[in-house]
């Protein structure tokens, strides 16, 4: 592995993150190109966790963006403080209220209102003022097309115009990671700014690792228990929605928490919430549970 | 690998690499081929492994593409990266367009017959008859005609209301925004303004059986799926085809010449007119697309005989999964329209009780309409 990809790697997983060598490269040249980084997988992968674990590497505020059907630049960039706003307009008022009112004293009153202190940053605009920071943009697959070409716009330039007090530039570019499950195909202009990464299920022994050391009170005997039953539930049983990294989580900390130091059929049966979240699913994890088990 | 880390020789073997990415069906673009030599430069050529991933992460846009650069990976750098004996290899052409020559002779042998000295009533007669036909019977030169007129055939497409509110000249009162506008002038009361919920599009999702049964209708239904991709916005309208395995075909027809998009989708398709596994692939449109979001909320129509060769009940439970998530389920069947059809096929009987509409789909005069039915759900 080239060094610095080694160092980026170590350094996410001080933070409990463990990245394999082609997310962690990915993510490498994300960092070196000044590229935001699109991450695509199964849902319960990492994907958000990954943004989490880079601000935690690099001690920087992480500013999160969540994406949603109708969301709009209000909500991601700025928006001015009305109710303020209006009450500074009545304490302007009330002072004024002895002396007549001349043009200069409007417009200076007009000029206060949109002063930065009635600005209110949106994730997008918080990220670049408080830069450098990474910014994440979750499930940008959820917002709409006209939203993507906002985005876009931000991303290729790391500035925003707000036509009241200019233009707000980013001192160092954010770092910015978007992620998506793939509810609709991204346009191709956003994916070409973007370098893309596909998080898949991670295998046996990282997953025990990342158990580990995600959930470090969980007995290794458990952990590589829990994690044998989860990858052969992803891999031989045909479930709606196949356990991820975080429901594998989930499952070993609910055993832990009712004291199982070993797997058994009847505690497994009691914790599968924590697991499967379908009920169909849980027929099947049961019906398979009592293959595995029993072996 | 060997050889020098910068260098010309080494570039070109990269680009050499991008283009063959290309021609495997990943759109790749010039500023990706850069980012690419970029992040080359970055890792260092000498790591295969690391050239590897930069060429997934700045040349891939999606899961397949990562499969289609992987193979093409293993094939280019198999022999020594500074050899660059292989050139790329030359990009398949798409076949030229057969079109509108051909139509200008009209509708073929049978109507010259008939009426040779008004060619106009001649031809307008014989598209009267040829919305009635069925598709998989025509010769060539009417399937040519008929291929014109659906690339013409008006488009609606479906809506839903808004969550959102937008300014309205009818509707309940924007307080806010009266508010800010009269804000605007120190105070003065400007008009009331007011809001309602708009419209949106609707998702549009056609699921196209293509097994060996279906060959007939295969060229005509992807020219429609083609017209209603062409039609709506970005996103608004997914393909896909069903054989023995499922493909996404959306990004194929979005070329606008529908013989260009039509030589796309072919090349995309792996399984043309192979063997059906109905259950499976629309399980697997379930797993990997319905049930993210794609099918909720939309209108899906699937275009299939119902000839299932696996377990019908597994059909039946995948189509029940598909309707609760869809807004309204829509089956075609070629043969329906035909004399003496009966829904007795095991996959037709398993399918019956979870669709909303169950439609003839074998000549233009059905086509026209389902776009109706698609329209107006």
């Known amino acids: ?295 | 690998m060997s050889g020098t880390e910068t260098g010309t020789g080494i570039d070109e073997v990269l680009l050499g690499f991008t283009h063959a990415v290309r021609a495997a069906g990943v759109g790749v673009t010039s500023d990706r081929a850069r980012a690419y030599l970029e992040a080359a430069s970055i890792v260092g050529v000498g790591d295969p492994a690391a050239t590897r991933f930069a060429g997934r992460a700045t040349l891939c846009a999606s899961r397949d593409d990562l499969d289609r650069h992987d193979r093409v990976f293993e094939e280019w750098f198999r022999a020594d990266l500074a050899d660059p004996a292989g050139s790329p290899r030359p990009r398949e052409r798409p076949p030229r367009a057969l079109l509108p020559d051909e139509l200008r002779d009209g509708p073929g042998g049978r109507a010259d017959e008939d009426e040779p000295d008004d060619p106009v009533r001649a031809a307008a007669s014989a598209v009267e008859i040829l919305r009635h036909r069925d598709v998989a019977t025509l010769d060539q030169a009417e399937r040519a005609m008929l291929a014109a007129i659906v690339g013409a055939l008006p488009v609606r497409l479906p809506t839903r209301v808004a969550l959102r509110r937008t300014p309205h000249r009818r509707g309940q009162v924007d307080a806010s925004r009266t508010l800010r506008a009269s804000l605007r002038r120190m105070g003065e009361p400007d008009r009331v303004h007011r809001r309602r919920r708009g419209v949106r599009p609707r998702r549009v999702v056609l699921l196209l059986d293509v097994s060996g049964s279906m060959s007939g209708y295969a060229d005509l239904l992807l020219r429609l799926g083609q017209r209603l991709v062409v039609a709506g916005a970005v996103g608004q309208v997914e393909v896909f085809s069903l054989g023995t395995r499922l493909t996404h075909l959306t990004r194929a027809l979005r070329a606008r010449d529908p013989e260009r998009a039509l030589a796309a989708a072919g090349r995309t398709v792996p399984d043309w007119s192979g063997g059906t596994r109905l259950g499976e692939t629309v399980a697997a449109f379930n797993d990997r697309w319905g049930r993210r979001g794609l099918a909720r909320g939309a209108v899906v129509v699937v275009v299939s005989d119902g000839w299932e060769r696996g377990d019908p009940a597994l059909l039946g439970e995948q189509v029940e999964r598909l309707h609760r998530v869809a807004h309204r389920l829509v089956w075609v069947n070629p043969h329906r329209g035909k004399d003496g059809y009966l829904p007795v096929q095991g996959g037709i009987v398993a399918v019956l009780p979870h669709v909303d509409d169950f439609l003839a789909g074998h000549s233009l005069a059905t086509y026209t309409r389902l776009l109706e039915v698609i329209a107006d759900a």
Not at chain 1, 78 to 95: G, K
Request: with cysteine; proline share 4%.
């Open chain 1, 1 to 295: 592995m080239n060094a610095r990809v080694a160092d980026l790697a170590a350094r996410l997983e001080r933070t409990g993150y463990l990245a394999d060598e082609d997310l962690a490269t990915a993510l490498f040249l994300a960092l070196e190109m000044q590229r935001p980084l699109l991450l695509e997988g199964e849902p319960g992968t990492g994907k958000t966790a990954l943004a989490e674990a880079l601000a935690a590497a690099n001690d920087q505020p992480l500013v999160r963006l969540q994406c949603y059907e109708g969301i709009d630049a209000t909500q991601a960039l700025y928006d001015w403080d009305f109710p303020r706003q209006i009450l500074h307009l009545r304490a302007l008022e009330a002072l004024a209220a002895d002396r007549r009112g001349d043009a200069a004293s409007v417009e200076e009153a007009e000029r206060s209102l949109y002063d930065e202190r009635f600005l209110l940053a949106r994730p997008v605009l918080s990220a670049l003022q408080r830069a450098p920071a990474v910014l994440l943009v979750d499930e940008v697959d959820r917002a709409d097309d006209e939203f993507e070409a906002f985005l876009l716009e931000v991303l290729a330039t790391y500035q925003v115009t707000i036509p009241e007090l200019g233009t707000i530039r980013a001192a160092v570019p954010p770092t910015v990671i978007l992620t998506s499950n793939r509810t609709r195909e991204l346009h191709d202009a956003l994916k070409r700014r973007c370098l893309y990464h596909w998080i898949d299920h991670p295998g046996l022994d990282r997953e025990v690792a990342i158990v580990r050391s995600r959930a470090p009170e969980v007995g290794e005997a458990l952990a590589r228990q829990v994690v044998a039953v989860v990858q052969q539930l992803r891999a031989g049983t045909d479930l709606l929605k196949p356990p991820g990294v975080a429901e594998t989580l989930d499952w070993a900390r609910a055993l832990h928490h009712l004291g199982t130091a070993e797997l058994d059929l009847e505690t497994a049966a009691r914790t599968l919430g924590a697991l499967v979240k379908y009920r169909d699913d849980a027929d099947r994890v049961k019906a398979a549970l009592d293959r595995m088990l029993a072996a």
